[in-house]
C-alpha cells in the first residue's frame, strides 16, 4: 500500500505502507514530519514531546536507512525483533556522547523499563526505514522497548567504546 504526499495528513499507519515524499528538493518533502505534524524533519531520533510541558516524550519515531554496512539495523520478522545501532556512529566516542540525545533516551526508557518504575513515561516508538525512491517512507511497526529472550544488562550496549 501506498500514500501520495498529498495524502499524509489523513494515512493511516499500516505495517509496510509506503509514505511517499514531496516533490521539491528540499526538507519540505519529508513525509514524517506531515505524518506526525509536530516532528522534525531529519535524524533517526526524533522525538515529540508531551504538551503538559514535562519536558517529557510523548512519543518517538525512529528513522533508519537500514543500509549501514558498519551499523546494519535490522528487523527480525519472524520474531518482531529490531535491532537498532542509535544515534552515535563513531567508534571510541562514548554512547551518549551524541547531539541529538537519542542514545540517552533509550537508555533512560530501559532504565524505566527494568526497574518497572514511570512505566506510563515510557513513550511509543514507531518505526520508519528510507523508501527506495527520493524522500519515501516505509513503516515497519511500532516497538516496544524490552525483550524477555534479552538480559536488561544486553538492552542498550556499546560497541567499540574506550
Given at each position: 500500500?501506498?500514500?501520495?504526499?498529498?495524502?499524509?495528513?489523513?494515512?493511516?499507519?499500516?505495517?509496510?505502507a509506503i509514505y511517499k515524499g514531496g516533490s521539491a528538493n528540499d526538507l519540505s518533502s519529508e513525509p514524517l514530519h506531515v505524518l506526525f505534524p509536530?516532528?522534525?524533519?531529519?535524524?533517526?531520533?526524533?522525538?515529540?514531546?508531551?504538551m503538559d510541558g514535562s519536558g517529557k516524550p510523548a512519543y518517538v519515531v525512529?528513522?533508519?536507512?537500514?543500509?549501514?554496512?558498519?551499523?546494519?539495523?535490522?528487523?527480525?520478522?519472524?520474531?518482531?525483533?529490531?535491532?537498532?545501532?542509535?544515534?552515535?556512529?563513531?567508534?571510541?566516542?562514548?554512547?551518549?556522547?551524541?547531539?541529538?540525545?537519542?542514545?540517552?533516551?533509550?537508555?533512560?526508557?530501559?532504565?524505566?523499563?527494568?526497574?518497572?518504575?514511570?512505566?506510563?513515561?515510557?513513550?511509543?516508538?514507531?518505526?520508519?526505514?528510507?523508501?527506495?525512491?527520493?524522500?519515501?517512507?516505509?513503516?515497519?511497526?511500532?516497538?516496544?522497548?524490552?525483550?524477555?529472550?534479552?538480559?536488561?544488562?544486553?538492552?542498550?550496549?556499546?560497541?567499540?567504546?574506550?
Open positions: 500500500m501506498e500514500f501520495s504526499f498529498s495524502q499524509l495528513k489523513m494515512a493511516p499507519l499500516i505495517i509496510d509536530k516532528l522534525g524533519v531529519n535524524g533517526g531520533f526524533r522525538k515529540v514531546n508531551r525512529l528513522y533508519t536507512s537500514m543500509q549501514e554496512l558498519e551499523w546494519p539495523d535490522y528487523l527480525d520478522e519472524e520474531t518482531g525483533v529490531f535491532r537498532y545501532y542509535g544515534d552515535n556512529r563513531q567508534p571510541g566516542r562514548n554512547l551518549l556522547d551524541t547531539k541529538p540525545r537519542g542514545n540517552a533516551l533509550l537508555e533512560d526508557t530501559f532504565q524505566k523499563l527494568h526497574s518497572y518504575q514511570d512505566l506510563t513515561d515510557i513513550p511509543p516508538f514507531f518505526i520508519f526505514k528510507k523508501g527506495v525512491e527520493g524522500r519515501d517512507a516505509q513503516f515497519l511497526g511500532l516497538a516496544v522497548p524490552g525483550n524477555p529472550r534479552i538480559s536488561p544488562d544486553k538492552d542498550l550496549v556499546a560497541f567499540g567504546e574506550l
